[in-house]
């Protein structure tokens, strides 16, 4: 395939490195000088000269909604791969591409996590726990964390930067149905977006689902905890280890090959394991939005019922 991707930061350069090693064509969209790809500077020259099958969306999180609208606008009808989350609201999309349109949240692919989906099939649980802590000034060494869209409350945030937590909670347990949140700005890193939550919610098929995410965990942590008829299952994500009832499993860890993975699903209708949908996304969205208004409004928020109308350009 000729793979375009949209912005060049570290996982731009990643999904282009991956796809590269996967034979595919690649180019390059940015505003920074790029030489080891073939580099356009606008996306209506891209779309025209280089003719991509499949486009990565890897710019910055305020910037994805008005990509996905360019798109639409062009008329691109191949395939989109979108990095999470979709947008920074669910009020920023407009239109999507004709084509189909994948998010990557590219947990599901985790080797654990998906031997613990397996495992569960789609039965009812009874509780579930996901807990997920990194100290923000690590996640980019080569960059003030103070300048990093993490750091701006209309793009950034915990709830935003860490809603991996929140994809596959719903991908375990179903869609979210209400929430109530707890937390906000507590620490003293110096930014202007939150950097500890707390998350309450019920969901289809799982009455109470707690959520922890922050930016101040010294040693990285990203752990499940799950209890239904069958027992108790708990996932360590960064040790690769899933225990069923005591009995544990090891898993080789790759985030190359997750990736990896995730592309073949996007670009592939037959594939097993389904990469994260459009509406699976809006739906996560969806959740962050009453997440945010929970923590202003200190109440429950429900889910709505009116889904977002975004796929597809208008004549």
């Not at 080891?36 to 994805?64: M, Q, R, W």
């Not at 395939?79 to 407009?94: D, F, G, M, R």
Request: aromatic share 6%; hydrophobic share 35%.
């Amino acid at each position: 395939m000729k793979c375009l991707v949209i912005g060049f930061g570290s996982i731009g350069q990643r999904h282009a490195r991956v796809l590269t090693e996967m034979g595919h064509e690649v180019a390059v969209l940015s505003g920074a000088t790029v030489q080891t790809y073939p580099c356009h500077s606008a996306l209506n020259l891209a779309l025209h000269s280089f003719e991509p099958d499949y486009v990565v969306i890897a710019n910055d999180t305020g910037k994805h909604a008005e990509t996905l609208d360019q798109l639409a606008e062009l008329g691109y009808q191949g395939i989109t791969l979108v990095e999470k989350p979709l947008a920074a609201t669910n009020s920023q999309l407009k239109r999507t591409p004709k084509g189909p349109v994948h998010v990557g949240y590219t947990l599901r692919f985790h080797p654990a996590l998906k031997q613990l989906k397996a495992y569960l099939g789609a039965g009812t649980l009874w509780s579930l726990t996901a807990y997920c802590g990194q100290y923000l000034p690590d996640w980019r060494p080569d960059r003030d964390y103070r300048q990093s869209y993490s750091a701006r409350p209309d793009e950034g945030g915990v709830i935003r930067d860490l809603s991996h937590e929140l994809d596959y909670v719903q991908w375990l347990a179903g869609s979210w149905q209400r929430t109530v949140s707890s937390g906000g700005r507590v620490s003293n890193l110096e930014i202007s977006s939150e950097d500890c939550v707390s998350i309450l919610a019920d969901c289809e098929d799982c009455p109470l689902v707690t959520v922890h995410i922050n930016y101040l965990d010294r040693l990285v942590s990203r752990r499940i905890v799950v209890n239904g008829p069958f027992g108790t299952a708990t996932a360590d994500l960064i040790a690769g280890t899933l225990s069923i009832n005591g009995e544990e499993m090891s898993f080789e860890l790759g985030r190359d090959a997750m990736i990896r993975e995730q592309h073949v699903a996007a670009m592939s209708h037959t594939s097993v394991h389904k990469v994260c949908t459009l509406d699976e996304a809006q739906t996560t969205m969806q959740w962050i939005d009453a997440i945010h208004r929970s923590l202003i409004e200190q109440r429950w928020i429900a889910r709505p019922t009116i889904s977002v109308k975004t796929h597809g350009p208008t004549s």
